[in-house]
């Protein structure tokens, strides 16, 4: 059986369902380009990405890789930054690291480390993973994901890329960890104040992970401070990451400590080398008081602590894998650049489908967008797979399909013509544009419609 996706609801979420329901039939009836409420990039789309081996083999190789920044290094946007060190007045940037294994049970807390929603095999493709707070993906990223960032109101490729690529999520979910921890001192407080807050020291990470699902405490909708009384008093037993214990009853961080130390176990092995990592003791009088609720103020400066012991420190991964080997040499091609649609006919012939193929390696990641309202497409983003991956059992792969439809209230004549623009992010060449020509009798309805007749 697949694994489930056991982010953390929000006590906001069956509130929220209504609404969103409603929003979504609305904004089903218009296309991109119209202004609506805030709402996810894509919606009411959802765009399609790759999973990848139940093993994880794949995303634990990028996530190592990423962890050095070697997986996106010649792309600000996704690159890992230089990482701070030092006491609360004297920072200075370092050399970019993560510890892998904490990314990794970061994206296992998140999203039971999958790419593409629960009903979507592994080594297949359908539609991605998109949490009802706009989270995407392995990573749950959600920064800059929200809103679509492209023009006329369109999703950006770099949020295709993060919907849909596991290697672009993963990367940016571990800039967006880095920079979490770059906003000591002046956002959250400092772990490691007696170890130069080294990053290579697991438990240095404890306020940056704390502050990648929220830096929140309590009156917060959800709260992860561990002092909160909400929680059980400490000591608390250790969270198993086994499904047998609620996740509501921990606060976050420690979530990840104990996916961390307990990893999930498919085809008789690990998902990753079990790490075990230590949290802050609240009976010690030190720790406990720095994390006291009386301390608990912006900007958080008397909640500084030393590291927890006994403190592991962190190598760099092995054999990490390349860039080029990761992400492969993917290549760009359609299977037409015009196409027609009648709309008087029955049928498939009231769409249009084009093929998008990948004529090389990896995962190529595709884009469509127009200015044309009437064109609507589905999906509007998705992926080509290349033939060194495996992936069978879905009409999504090995090529991407894009279906286009029309909505009759916005076409502007019987005979009409719009342009749908194909991109690639990582295919390289151009852009392609595919025309679509659209035949239809009307017959006028109530003023400003018109409807294809029959």
């Not at 370092?94 to 904490?102: K, S, V, Y």
């Not at 770059?182 to 990470?205: C, F, H, K, M, Y």
């Not at 469509?368 to 992936?391: E, H, Q």
């Amino acid at each position: 059986m697949r694994d489930r996706v056991t982010r953390r609801a929000s006590r906001r979420a069956f509130a929220l369902l209504g609404a969103c329901m409603l929003v979504a039939a609305v904004a089903l009836l218009a296309p991109w380009g119209t202004p609506r409420a805030e709402a996810c990039a894509f919606d009411p789309w959802q765009p399609n990405a790759y999973e990848a081996d139940q093993q994880r083999t794949k995303y634990n190789a990028a996530i190592d890789a990423a962890s050095v920044n070697r997986l996106l290094p010649g792309d600000a946007f996704f690159a890992l930054p230089p990482i701070e060190r030092g006491t609360r007045a004297n920072r200075v940037a370092g050399a970019p690291f993560i510890p892998a294994a904490l990314l990794k049970a970061i994206a296992w807390t998140e999203s039971t480390m999958t790419q593409a929603a629960r009903a979507v095999p592994f080594d297949s493709a359908g539609p991605a993973q998109i949490s009802f707070d706009c989270g995407h993906g392995i990573m749950q990223v959600t920064t800059g994901m929200t809103t679509p960032l492209g023009t006329d109101g369109t999703p950006s490729a770099r949020q295709a890329s993060i919907a849909t690529h596991f290697a672009y999520n993963i990367a940016r979910g571990a800039q967006i960890l880095a920079e979490k921890w770059n906003a000591a001192p002046d956002q959250i407080p400092v772990a490691g104040i007696d170890t130069n807050s080294d990053p290579a020291i697991l438990e240095n990470w404890y306020f940056a992970v704390w502050a990648y699902n929220g830096f929140t405490g309590p009156g917060a909708n959800i709260s992860n401070h561990p002092a909160d009384p909400q929680f059980a008093a400490w000591p608390r037993p250790a969270f198993t990451c086994d499904g047998t214990q609620s996740r509501n009853r921990y606060p976050y961080q420690e979530l990840v400590w104990g996916c961390m130390a307990r990893p999930e176990v498919r085809n008789g092995a690990p998902i990753w080398p079990a790490q075990p990592a230590t949290l802050p003791d609240l009976t010690n009088q030190v720790m406990a008081r720095a994390l006291s609720m009386t301390n608990w103020s912006y900007p958080y400066s008397n909640m500084d602590i030393p590291t927890p012991q006994p403190a592991h420190l962190i190598q760099p991964p092995a054999n990490i894998q390349s860039s080029a080997q990761l992400l492969g040499a993917p290549i760009f091609q359609t299977s037409a650049q015009r196409i027609t649609i009648n709309m008087n006919a029955t049928g498939a012939a009231q769409k249009g489908t084009v093929r998008i193929r990948n004529g090389g390696t990896g995962v190529l990641t595709w884009i469509a967008t127009t200015s044309d309202r009437f064109l609507v497409m589905s999906p509007p983003a998705g992926v080509a797979i290349g033939n060194d991956l495996k992936c069978v059992g879905s009409d999504a792969c090995p090529d991407g399909t894009l279906t286009i439809t029309i909505n009759p209230t916005l076409l502007p004549a019987s005979r009409a013509s719009g342009t749908i623009r194909l991109s690639s992010p990582n295919g390289g060449g151009q852009a392609i544009d595919i025309v679509v020509d659209v035949s239809a009798e009307f017959s006028i309805g109530a003023p400003g419609t018109s409807r294809a007749t029959p």
